[in-house]
């Protein structure tokens, strides 16, 4: 089993190494689909990852028309960043992971999530509300499914548990169930953001 994860603030010198690194053609495509450091940059860690870890030379991560990730040399890759910090990760078995930052929204949003998800972390505020979001998403990403196919969302356990991953170590550890499949979360935060990642539970 290997699992490599890397969290990375962009800096306009990674971003000029990765306009470097691709060939033309590959950065025409993305910039078809979007325009943004990050999804460029995010791409040249995975793509490093790939060449450092798994001694592939150069290596473009590919999406479909859905941002769906294609899938090569029978390993898994994933990608979230958000406000210029980036978190990526490749495994040769299939995790998934999401980023978010702490701040005040819309306080409808909040409603999204049951009181009993909200009281199994111990308080009803943006930062559950991230956590929950962030799980929430990275069983999307890991399902492939849009956001709005994910009709239940059930936070079944939270209990403080130390997971260690290439260097970065998760404090919390969630059991959710979406659509009658159990999925195990590994979340950890700092004062600004959450990061989770996701798995399905093995019986």
């Known amino acids: 089993m290997r699992i490599f994860l890397q969290k990375q603030s962009i800096t306009e010198e990674l971003y000029l190494e990765s306009k470097i690194y691709f060939k033309e053609k590959y950065l025409k495509e993305l910039w078809e ?4 450091k ?25 999406t479909d028309n859905f941002w769906k990730p294609i899938f090569e040399n029978d390993l ?3 990608i979230s960043h958000k406000d210029n910090l980036i ?13 978010e930052t702490i701040k005040n929204r819309d306080e409808n949003l909040l409603n999204i999530f049951s009181l009993e998800n909200y009281n199994l ?22 399902r492939l499914i849009n956001f709005e196919d994910i009709n239940i969302f059930e936070l079944l356990k939270v209990v403080r548990k130390i997971n260690k991953f290439c260097e970065i170590t998760f404090v919390l ?17 700092n004062s600004n953001e959450i990061f989770s990642l996701g798995k399905k539970k093995i019986s």
């Open 38 to 62: 990050e999804s460029l940059v995010s791409r040249y860690l995975i793509s490093k990852i790939f060449e450092n870890k798994f001694w592939i030379k150069y290596f473009e991560p590919k």
């Open 87 to 99: 978190f990526v990760w490749i495994s040769d078995f299939k995790i998934w992971l999401d980023i």
């Open 33 to 36: 689909k979007a325009n943004l």
């Open 173 to 189: 550890e969630l059991l959710v169930n979406c659509d009658w499949v159990e999925y195990i979360i590994y979340s950890w935060t």
């Open 121 to 142: 972390l111990w308080w009803k505020s943006w930062k559950s509300f991230c956590i929950l979001w962030t799980a929430k998403e990275s069983i999307i990403k890991y």
């Open 76 to 78: 898994f890759w994933s």
